[in-house]
């Protein structure tokens, strides 16, 4: 069934992107869609029935702004720590665990904390995302959930759990 979605998938972008179809376009999308579907479905949701669910894209479009909120607000934070005069920075790697169970969330988590300034995910393991903070603020691990983490996990679990 993954392997299905996914060829449907990549000939309909396919498709999109060459647009006029031609039978040359058309029989080279078949071709690659075919050897993407074979080599890469495995990287498909276990149902990918739900990528049609529309709660799921829902909340995708209530996280986009969401997120870009929160990336305005660290890059005005990291602008103003470069401009200060006595740089107030204070660099750490910092345990974050998440409660996050499939790799999709644990991903997107990951990509939106990376994506905001002033953070930086250097690795995954488990249930524990270890990541570059520009100021370590608090030693207290709930605290640092608090401020890296929490605000995007409730979002991420309704689109991808």
Request: charged share 15%; glycine share 4%; proline share 6%.
């Amino acid at each position: 069934m993954r392997q299905l979605v996914c060829l449907a998938l990549t000939f309909i972008i396919w498709l999109l992107l060459t647009w006029p179809p031609t039978l040359v376009s058309v029989v080279v999308g078949l071709f690659f869609s075919i050897l993407v579907a074979t080599l890469l479905s495995e990287l498909y949701p276990e149902q990918p029935h739900s990528v049609f669910d529309l709660r799921r894209w829902f909340w995708g479009a209530i996280y986009l702004p969401y997120f870009f909120y929160y990336c305005i607000k660290a890059n005005l934070d990291v602008a103003y720590r470069v401009l200060h005069v006595d740089l107030p920075i204070r660099p750490g790697i910092v345990r974050v665990p998440t409660t996050l169970t499939s790799d999709w969330s644990k991903t997107f988590l990951a990509a939106s904390i990376t994506l905001t300034p002033g953070t930086l995910v250097v690795d995954i393991d488990g249930q524990d995302l270890y990541v570059h903070w520009i100021n370590v603020a608090t030693e207290d691990v709930d605290r640092q959930v608090l401020e890296i983490a929490s605000k995007f996990e409730p979002m991420l679990r309704r689109i991808f759990e």
